[in-house]
């Protein structure tokens, strides 16, 4: 019998690739797909295809600006003109920035979008209860600019295709260390699309955004959710603030379908942030998720994958028990019954693939037992709990 959750394959976004020295790198969509094999999570049944880009193209047409469209186009081309390069700042697109242009990059970024589109289509129509695309989550992208390493905006454009053909209530949830600001501005007058996002606070880490008193305008008031966790916040508080805000979030929406942005760069591992949380938030976060889609939304799930630059240590394990969750695979048993969850299999990663750091973990959680716990815990904890009443003050 096929399999009621899918993987879906985006063949041309493993081209979406800055630079050899940028950490948005595709080498953690390989270890993931490597990681889930060798453990006979994943096989050829499990998989569906993105279609050719046509869709795609329509669908970044609706949601950004012509002109931008036209300068990521222009800017795709091996030797792009002049005038293009003169102005792809403009359009945050900057050779020496976060998200410089590459050659190839519009037909890269249809393809992540072709993959999210495909993924919602799978689960809207039927034919899937639960989708994962873990190439897609661009999720800082704008109408009229690229940020934060995203050029197209594919969550944004999964959900326009869910409200546009199904006409269902959509819930977002974006569990990135950095604010989902990109699908949040898209949405923020929608009151048929509540975008809760969890991350650190914007007081120290981009995008600046994502505070408690962004909450929706006009008739989405009401309709948007943040919590913006302080530094150094471990394990116990994120899930705490996570759980208490997704239960309530999604009582008061009701959702009709889950989408959901898989960054994993909360790890304290991760380059990029400050949150010292561990492996166990991948594993709890996907099952309180789950538990949503299926209490509200008779289990329709569309997961995307996201941030997270410990491309070696983290990315694979986190998503492939997202993975591992959306499938309901027999292999959590034996990770939920250790604290260090069960050994990862021999064999991985292959041979050749990348430069392995020395101290590769053994395990698919992490011995939080040897970690140096955060001097201000309890503070961080507490300053955790009076934002998460303020945040979720506006839902009665």
């Known amino acids: 019998m096929k399999s009621r959750t899918v993987w879906v394959d ?15 790198h595709p080498i953690r969509l390989t270890l993931t797909e490597q990681l889930l094999q060798i453990s006979g999570a994943l ?42 390069v003169r102005t792809a700042e403009m359009f945050g697109l900057q050779p ?30 039927g034919s899937a209860d639960r989708a994962l695309h873990l190439a897609g989550g661009l999720h800082h992208a704008f109408p009229e600019r690229a940020a934060g390493f995203c050029v197209y905006n594919d969550a944004a454009a999964a959900i326009a295709l869910i409200r546009k053909r199904y006409g269902c209530r959509v819930l977002y949830i974006d ?57 150094y916040t471990e394990d116990d508080s994120w899930l705490e603030c996570f759980e208490t805000a997704l239960e309530k979030a999604a009582a008061v929406f009701q959702p009709d379908v889950v989408v959901s942005q898989h960054g994993c760069d909360a790890h304290a591992w991760d380059p990029l942030a400050h949150i010292h949380c561990s492996m166990r938030i991948y594993r709890d976060m996907p099952r309180m998720i789950r538990s949503v889609a299926d ?42 019954a250790s604290p260090a969850g069960s050994a990862l299999p021999a064999g991985w990663p292959l041979p ?30 507490a300053n955790n709990r009076k934002m998460l009443e303020l945040a979720l003050q506006h839902l009665g």
């Open 175 to 231: 569990t990135d260390v950095h604010h989902g600001d990109g699908v949040q501005w898209f949405y923020y007058t929608d009151p048929e699309v509540f975008t809760f996002s969890i991350h650190e606070t914007g007081r120290y880490l981009f995008p600046g955004t994502g505070f408690a008193h962004e909450r929706g305008v006009s008739s989405g008031y009401g309709s948007c959710l943040n919590l913006a966790m302080e530094p």
């Open 295 to 336: 209490r509200y939304a008779d289990g329709r799930w569309i997961a995307l994958g996201g941030g997270g630059y410990d491309h070696y240590r983290v990315a694979p394990r986190a998503w492939g028990l997202l993975w591992l969750e959306m499938t309901g695979h027999p292999l959590l048993e034996a990770i939920d």
């Open 10 to 24: 985006s063949p041309g976004a493993k081209r979406y690739r800055f630079h050899d020295e940028h950490p948005f």
């Open 96 to 125: 020496d920035g976060d998200t410089p242009y590459f050659a190839g990059m519009h037909e890269a970024s249809l393809s992540v979008v072709s993959g999210s589109l495909a993924a919602a289509d799978a689960v809207m129509s």
């Open 352 to 381: 050749g693939t990348g430069d392995l750091p020395p101290d590769m973990p053994a395990t698919w959680l992490d011995d939080t037992s040897t970690w140096i716990p955060m001097p201000r815990r309890s503070e961080i904890a």
């Open 43 to 84: 096989d050829q049944s499990h998989r569906i295809e993105s279609p050719a880009g046509q869709e795609a193209e329509q669908a970044i047409r609706a949601l950004h600006r012509p002109d931008y469209v036209a300068a990521v186009e222009a800017l795709s081309a091996q030797r792009p003109a002049p005038d293009a």
